[in-house]
């Protein structure tokens, strides 16, 4: 494994490996006294990386999953500021034999997208 730098991201090729320390919001009950006493929570993540997204507001893609026959990628974004670590596992040249789908990264990802409509439900009163 190799430490890498966010500037460094650029340089790996969309699909190795890499794992992910940020920091993460938390939702804690307690006293006010104990959030300020707390410490900041940390997250660690895995997957392929898929590249930054954003200009204003930069977001880093990791790969969780694919849909094999349409190649639709499912992927979390991490804000970059929250961003503590970042560490090459696998490089995508060793990865490409595994997970087949890696190959077709090119320049534009395609993210699984979900519909959030709202669903109406009428009641009926007898």
């Known amino acids: 494994m190799r430490r890498l730098s966010v500037k460094e991201l650029a340089l790996i090729p969309k699909g190795s490996l890499i794992m992910v320390r940020w920091r993460d ?9 104990e959030h300020v006493q707390s410490p900041e929570l940390s997250c660690k993540d ?11 507001h930069r977001m880093l893609l990791l790969g969780k999953d694919v849909v094999e026959m349409h190649v639709e990628w499912g992927a979390t974004r ?19 034999t595994v997970v087949q789908e890696v190959q077709t990264l090119g320049r534009r990802i395609r993210l699984r997208r979900y519909n959030r409509r709202k669903e109406r439900y009428s009641v009926y009163s007898d």
Do not use: F, H, Q
């Open 46 to 56: 895995w997957g392929l990386y898929l590249g930054i997204s954003g200009r204003k």
């Open 25 to 33: 919001a938390n939702e804690d009950r307690c006293k006010l006294d």
């Open 78 to 96: 991490i804000p970059l500021e929250l961003v503590e670590e970042i560490m090459l596992v696998v490089p995508r040249e060793d990865l490409v």
